[in-house]
């Protein structure tokens, strides 16, 4: 359908995108999952990756979000990599349900029973999104987030502009992602609240979106990330092709990108005291590359299995 020229929200209206995928993690074992995700997280560590956030958001109801959840907290406690669990509480809205019924639900019963499952969540998530959750509704199920203790760390001005990066940086988010509609005031917002600008270049050039305004932000001193969006819409495991990208369709230097795809995505996620940087007191993580310059792992597209030679985590070789 995407192919055929059919947009991101008309997909989801016939019953694709995020219902498609919603279904099929309904009908998937807890073992299933685990067993996916482990694999995936497999990937990104042989391509460079040695932190990941994973999110939830493919269940809609309490039942399978909370089952998301442990299969990530499976993760964080015994993969190599660093993961963060973000809890998307509402990635859409349910079919036949109504936005403002959900909004009062997740916040009332679904938030509360997964705080208290203790099931390791770090963000709070939420799809600020026209025809999905507006910005007030948005901005109810984030503090009902931050009240157990998670950070703000939500989607934002992706297909259109509704002020959700304007809410964000009012109550302080740590992180917002997507942002391809971003207005001039909310990113002056986002500069001085010291907000990050998680960029997902794969789903601009997937989606075939006009991307994020980078150069500004960055002009304007907002803290640009990067990150991959690994998610069935964008299938891609490699963060050197998302740094590639950043430069292509979002005009950045190489070395904002490469600043963008580790001290600031770590900072989008609150590790800076840990991770991001070669730094004397961090956790010995770090790229040995087969080439003459780091540039080349930008640079050399495709071919980053021969590129990235040794992948080494807390002090211990990978691959």
Not at 148 to 171: S, V
């Amino acid at each position: 359908m995407k192919l055929a020229g059919a947009g991101y929200m008309e997909i989801h209206k016939q019953g694709g995108g995020i219902h498609y995928t919603v279904n099929e993690t309904r009908k998937c074992s807890e073992e299933r999952l685990t067993k996916l995700l482990f694999n995936r997280l497999d990937q990104m560590l042989l391509q460079g990756t040695v932190v990941a956030e994973a999110k939830s958001g493919y269940g809609l109801d309490c039942e399978t979000e909370m089952k998301m959840l442990r299969v990530i907290k499976k993760a964080k406690e015994t993969h190599p990599m660093k993961i963060q669990s973000t809890y998307l509480c509402a990635h859409a809205v349910p079919p036949g349900a109504d936005a403002a019924q959900m909004t009062k639900e997740i916040v009332e019963e679904h938030i509360p029973a997964v705080a208290k499952a203790n099931l390791g969540v770090d963000n709070i998530d939420v799809f600020c999104e026209k025809g999905v959750y507006d910005a007030q509704q948005s901005k109810e199920m984030l503090l009902a987030g931050r009240a157990h203790g998670w950070a703000i760390n939500f989607h934002a001005e992706e297909l259109t502009y509704i002020k959700g990066a304007e809410m964000g940086a009012e109550l302080d988010a740590r992180a917002m992602s997507h942002l391809e509609l971003v207005s001039d005031a909310a990113i002056q917002s986002m500069a001085a609240k010291k907000t990050a600008a998680v960029i997902l270049p794969t789903t601009a050039y997937i989606l075939k979106l006009v991307p994020p305004p980078v150069r500004q932000m960055i002009q304007n001193n907002v803290v640009v990330a990067l990150c991959s969006d690994y998610n069935p819409n964008v299938p891609c495991f490699s963060m050197p092709f998302v740094m590639h990208l950043g430069c292509i369709l979002c005009k950045m230097t190489m070395e904002e990108a490469f600043n963008a795809a580790t001290i600031n995505s770590a900072f989008s996620l609150g590790l800076t005291d840990s991770y991001g940087s070669i730094t004397e007191g961090k956790v010995g993580s770090c790229l040995v590359l087969d080439a003459p310059s780091w540039k080349h792992i930008v640079y050399q597209l495709g071919n980053h299995q021969n590129v990235v030679k040794h992948v080494i985590l807390e002090g211990r070789i990978h691959s």
